[in-house]
């Protein structure tokens, strides 16, 4: 799990790290990865957790390998540090390499994998290669392939340039905004995509208004050519790698409501989760524009422990599909509290609620908490999410979230055909 953090003072002061943390190994950090520049998300390589790459305010983007031997500054830094974790540099940024590498001209708010699976004959490379998008305020999506060079800087350079064996390479830039999309009135292009042999980022950017107009991203497994976008007015987008936006272009919650967070089902092709400002979760499928089904976190009636009631106020932080069960989601929400909802035991409420104690003075959890969801050893489920120091609490769920039933896809798709 990757926790963000900006250190105010230390040795650290004015930087910004992503503290590594092994859920099988909860003790300690495994790994630090610093920067200098201001960090705003990050995720790990869709092919290897031994790569992780990072956003910025400054519109770059950063790859630390942690497989690689750490420069002697890092080694330097660590024991200044008095801390037994490996401590990185990154291995390389776009910001460190010529002006075609920095494509983004604006904050990065969201990195996303890109499935592997590939369906679309024109991909730029085999579906085995790592590829990732990086999406800026302003609607600026970048596709980026990871690329291992032969040639390497020495690792003693101080880490001002590029020192690492991989490389990040550009494939595609597109924009999220049609003529009638911009919501701030810009006079967005004719075309969503562009060709960066025939038309250049700032020309695009040029006819484009001033952000942040979008704040997150997320790819269909069972298409990764298409991908939700989450507008800072709260509207989903839905759009393509290539071709022409897929229909329908947006979808709508209703009552005028802000969607919040998404997450497509990595095992029931066509539906994702929404989580909005309203408190509620809506079930889409990608084929039509309003949701199939929606529940609200305050209708807890088996609840471990009694949560508290959601108010007008409570937002949905993250909803998060589990890896183990086609059935389960878990939902986290401003209060805070994690449900965890399994459509097969009850399809109108969460079958478990649990209230989380956030550390020093928070009282709200926020979308710079990081929530994962883990099985250990035994089995078990558990949700982890990180307090203000970075350091993880765990919620046992329960074993039974787990472990799928023997025929469950058949299941759930039996309980989505009669939401149809």
Do not use: Y
């Given at each position: 799990m990757l926790a963000l953090h900006k250190s105010t003072t230390g040795l650290l002061q004015g930087k910004s790290f992503i503290v590594v943390w092994d859920l099988m190994a909860p003790d300690a950090?495994?790994?630090?990865?610093?920067?200098?520049?201001d960090i705003t998300c990050a995720c790990f390589s869709p092919t290897s957790s031994s790569v992780v790459l990072a956003g910025s305010v400054e519109g770059g983007i950063q790859l630390w390998n942690v497989r690689e031997a750490p420069s002697v500054r890092?080694?330097?830094?660590?024991?200044?540090?008095?801390?037994?974790?490996?401590?990185?540099?990154?291995?390389?940024?776009?910001?460190?390499?010529?002006?075609?590498?920095?494509?983004?001209t604006s904050s990065i708010v969201a990195l996303a994998p890109i499935p592997s699976r590939v369906q679309s004959s024109r991909v730029e490379s085999s579906s085995s290669s790592t590829q990732f998008a990086s999406l800026?305020?302003?609607?600026?999506?970048?596709?980026?392939?990871?690329n291992e060079s032969s040639q390497r800087a020495s690792l003693d350079d101080n880490d001002?340039?590029?020192?690492?064996?991989?490389?990040?390479?550009?494939?595609?830039?597109?924009?999220?905004?049609?003529?009638?999309d911009d919501p701030r009135g810009g006079s967005s292009p004719s075309a969503l995509c562009f060709d960066l042999e025939q038309m250049t980022?700032?020309?695009?950017?040029?006819?484009?208004?001033?952000?942040?107009s979008v704040q997150g991203i997320s790819f269909y497994p069972w298409d990764p050519n298409k991908f939700v976008i989450l507008g800072s007015d709260g509207r989903l987008l839905q759009r393509s790698r290539f071709g022409a936006p897929p229909s329908p272009r947006t979808f709508t919650g209703g009552n005028a409501c802000h969607a919040t967070c998404v997450h497509s089902s990595p095992f029931l092709s066509g539906y994702f989760l929404a989580g909005y400002a309203d408190g509620y979760i809506r079930l889409f499928n990608a084929e039509f524009e309003t949701p199939l089904t929606t529940w609200h976190a305050s209708h807890a009636q088996h609840s471990s422990?009694?949560?508290?009631?959601?108010?007008?106020?409570?937002?949905?932080?993250?909803?998060?599909?589990?890896?183990?069960?086609?059935?389960?989601?878990?939902?986290?929400?401003?209060?805070p509290c994690l449900h965890a909802f399994d459509l097969l035991q009850d399809g109108t409420a969460p079958i478990f609620s649990e209230p989380i104690k956030l550390s020093g003075d928070e009282t709200t959890a926020t979308s710079r908490h990081s929530f994962a969801i883990g099985c250990?050893?035994?089995?078990?489920?558990?949700?982890v999410v990180t307090n203000r120091d970075n350091s993880p609490q765990y919620i046992t769920i329960s074993r039974a979230l787990a472990?799928?039933?023997?025929?469950?896809?058949n299941e759930v798709h039996s309980f989505l055909d009669d939401v149809l």
């Open positions: 950090p495994s790994h630090v990865l610093v920067s200098d520049n890092a080694i330097q830094t660590a024991a200044d540090l008095g801390t037994q974790c490996a401590v990185h540099f990154p291995a390389f940024g776009t910001h460190l390499s010529p002006a075609r590498t920095q494509m983004h800026d305020d302003r609607g600026i999506v970048c596709f980026w392939v990871v001002n340039s590029n020192s690492g064996a991989l490389r990040l390479v550009c494939s595609r830039v597109i924009s999220v905004w049609g003529p009638a980022l700032t020309s695009l950017l040029d006819s484009m208004s001033p952000g942040p422990t009694k949560a508290k009631p959601l108010s007008e106020a409570t937002r949905i932080v993250q909803v998060q599909w589990s890896p183990q069960r086609p059935s389960v989601f878990f939902v986290l929400d401003s209060e250990s050893l035994s089995r078990t489920s558990f949700a472990v799928a039933r023997a025929d469950e896809i």
